[in-house]
């Protein structure tokens, strides 16, 4: 069964034949038609003095920090600030830099590195000798397809001929 709708929009009946597309697919298209499709968020642009504005939270009513710049005698500073009442704010250089040397303490250890990388290059190893067998099997298969397409066109060929001898 599939929906049938017209054109000038009246109720949808159900059809005779079998859907091309499915219903869910069907109501998505319409609700594009109609512009209520999903709609998606812009990209955020990443300043490179704020890259973690947005990723911060204000430790006095939890929002999300934002980032802005002030005017200095000599230069600009870059502040991690909350946007709500209670505008607390920290200098984004010395927030970035705790971030970093926090995050540095993730680091592997060095002997953690090369196991790693051992197992990795193992699984590339197996994923080709894997791959290299399914490209033969592929091949074989495209062999015995060739050979089928042969005997079922000499198949053909020979029951056009029994009929042609008959006649």
């Not at 049938?4 to 069907?26: K, M, Y």
């Not at 209520?36 to 430790?59: H, M």
């Amino acid at each position: 069964m599939c929906l049938i709708q017209t054109l000038s929009r009246q109720p949808r009946v159900n059809g005779q034949h079998d859907a091309i597309i499915s219903e869910g697919l069907f109501y998505r298209v319409q609700d594009v038609l109609d512009s209520k499709a999903r709609t998606y968020r812009p990209k955020v642009k990443t300043i490179e003095n704020f890259p973690l504005r947005g990723f911060f939270l204000c430790p006095q009513c939890g929002q999300k920090l934002t980032g802005s710049k002030c005017k200095g005698r000599n230069k600009y500073y870059y502040y991690y600030h909350c946007h709500k009442d209670c505008k607390w704010r920290v200098n984004s250089e010395i927030a970035n830099k705790i971030f970093k040397d926090h995050l540095n303490k993730f680091k592997p250890l060095p002997e953690v590195k090369k196991l790693y990388a051992a197992v990795l290059l193992e699984g590339y190893r197996e994923h080709g000798v894997v791959a290299s067998e399914k490209k033969k099997s592929l091949e074989q298969i495209a062999v015995y397809e060739k050979k089928l397409s042969v005997a079922r066109n000499l198949l053909v060929t020979e029951k056009s001929i029994l009929k042609i001898t008959i006649l």
